[in-house]
């Protein structure tokens, strides 16, 4: 692989030293930047912005022009696998997530075909490439999946819909037809994974945002085994097994030990533990991102700074910590503030990386 001018994210990953904590930020790419808004607008919708590449190239970077951040993070959408399996995704204004054929019945669920990245995802690998080419090897770039238990929970429902009841009534009524839906979903998704891989991105993350709404043996039976068959799917395929992995199950700090154990190389946290207790539970077998909650944006930048210093201080001296939310940037932040944290980050952290 060829080097990289700012390698802190890598560093960081593989617990090497670095000068500075590193910080990207879930959702760097969104509405919250008005420059972002012109792009959509331009684009018509949110699917025709995954899916031309010059825009998602364009909506990738711009995060990147505006903020010291230390990688990028693709802009696409972990529901493009239902879309290429023929879903019919459509994104509402307002509403979010809809798919015209959801999937309930076994007829629906047997006739999904596992889409072959290159053909039916081409749109994505064309952006990796795309984006790669601007980066000129200035920062990592970052390719994601959803998880098969989270993207599943969408397909059932049809939509977006906290709590997702469809899918958890599914685990109960009939879990062997759920398995064999997560079980095509995760060969979809790390075939799409690997891909993203070899059309160049230096670090795949999964998000399992759906995860903690099951009860622990379920967790474990319908997402984590999943999360598991694909991480040992990268970590067996020499041409692709060097990627490291990070993994976030949002409300999942239950199960920190168990995630540690699947082979993924970094867990993500949300703000429902302290770092302090994270890395205390894991820290010698896996690096930690997070883990601030996204509604310290809204305060003073004082109190963003303070924030900041509280994460890297229950974090600690050394190396392993990457810098993030617990969740995505909401949409009606100021962009003076996002700069403010990430400016925070690499100024309040140097005294935690000296010997
Ligand atoms: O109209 C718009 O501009 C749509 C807003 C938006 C954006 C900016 C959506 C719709 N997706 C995205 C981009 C996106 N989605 C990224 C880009 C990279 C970045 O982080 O900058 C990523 C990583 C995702 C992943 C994603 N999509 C997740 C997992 C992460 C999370 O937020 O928990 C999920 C659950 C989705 C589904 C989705 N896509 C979009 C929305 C509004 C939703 C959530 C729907 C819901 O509330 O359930």
């Given at each position: ?73 693709l802009f696409s959408d972990i529901l493009t696998i239902p879309d290429a ?19 309930r019945k076994k007829k629906d669920i047997n006739q999904l075909t596992i ?149 993924c190389d970094v867990l993500g946290v949300d703000w429902g533990i302290s ?81």
């Amino acid at each position: 692989m060829t080097s990289l001018h700012n390698d802190r994210l890598l560093r960081a990953i593989a617990r090497e030293p670095v000068d500075m904590t590193p910080v990207w930020l879930m959702r760097q790419a969104g509405r919250y930047l008005p420059e972002y808004r012109e792009v959509r607008k331009q684009a018509g919708s949110f699917l025709n912005l995954c899916k031309t590449p010059e825009l998602a190239c364009e909506v990738t970077l711009q995060p990147i022009k505006r903020y010291p951040l230390d990688a990028a993070i693709l802009f696409s959408d972990i529901l493009t696998i239902p879309d290429a399996m023929g879903l019919g995704l459509q994104f509402e204004e307002g509403i979010g997530p809809t798919f015209a054929h959801p999937i309930r019945k076994k007829k629906d669920i047997n006739q999904l075909t596992i889409p072959n990245p290159t053909q039916d995802l081409a749109y994505v690998l064309d952006a990796i490439k795309l984006v790669k080419k601007m980066l000129a090897n200035q920062l990592p770039l970052i390719g994601f999946c959803g998880s098969p238990w989270t993207i599943a929970a969408y397909m059932v429902e049809g939509r977006a819909n906290p709590g997702f009841p469809l899918i958890r009534k599914m685990t109960k009524t009939d879990p062997a037809l759920l398995h064999v839906l997560l079980e095509k979903l995760a060969q979809a998704i790390s075939l799409h994974l690997q891909a993203q891989i070899q059309a160049g991105v230096h670090v795949v993350m999964i998000f399992d945002t759906w995860g903690g709404m099951l009860d622990n043996q379920d967790y474990q039976q319908f997402s984590l085994h999943y999360v598991q068959q694909i991480v040992a799917d990268i970590k067996n395929n020499e041409a692709v097994h060097k990627t490291p992995v990070i993994l976030f199950t949002r409300a999942g700090n239950q199960w920190l030990e168990l995630m540690a154990q699947v082979g993924c190389d970094v867990l993500g946290v949300d703000w429902g533990i302290s770092l302090a207790e994270a890395r205390r539970r894991v820290g010698s077998t896996v690096a930690l991102q997070g883990n601030i909650d996204p509604a310290f944006l809204y305060q003073s930048p004082e109190e963003i700074k303070q924030a900041v210093a509280g994460t890297l201080a229950a974090y600690g001296h050394g190396s392993g910590h990457i810098f993030n939310l617990g969740h995505g940037i909401p949409q009606d932040v100021s962009p003076e503030h996002v700069g403010i944290l990430i400016n925070a980050v690499h100024e309040l952290s140097r005294p935690y990386h000296t010997n």
